[in-house]
């Protein structure tokens, strides 16, 4: 099965991205997770994204299109990258989801993928 991997960071961990202080730490935790988690064979794909300041919520209401850019100052967590896990059963990914730098201070999302219809 395939399992998405959506990774919600605090945004004290978005921050610790970018600040000349934290970055070697927090950098050096993902480097550690994504190494032992590509070697582990599951990946199907995967990124990361962009600061939340880059983001753009895109809606279609009444026949117009609304445009809100980011970054979202009320959300307590910002969606920071995703995988993609190909795996026999959902307790593999979710025990991959327990070891990520962003479980301990944020959430991980896991959620299976839908086969399209047609």
């Known amino acids: 099965m ?3 991997m959506l990774i919600h960071e605090s945004a004290e961990d978005v921050a610790a991205r970018t600040d000349p202080a934290r970055a070697p730490a927090y950098w050096g935790a993902w480097k550690a997770y994504v190494d032992a988690l590509g070697a582990s ?11 939340p300041a880059t983001a753009r919520l895109v809606r279609g209401r009444s026949g117009a299109t609304q445009v809100v850019d980011g970054p979202y100052p009320e959300a ?6 995703f995988f993609l896990l190909e795996v026999e059963e959902i ?3 979710q025990e991959w989801a327990a070891r990520c730098p962003a479980a301990a ?14």
């Open 105 to 118: 201070t944020g959430t991980v999302e896991l959620r299976p993928t839908l086969a399209m219809l047609g």
């Open 76 to 81: 307590r967590e910002q969606l920071g990258g």
């Open 2 to 4: 395939q399992v998405a």
């Open 91 to 93: 307790g593999t990914a």
């Open 41 to 51: 064979g599951l990946v199907r794909g995967g990124a990361g994204l962009d600061l």
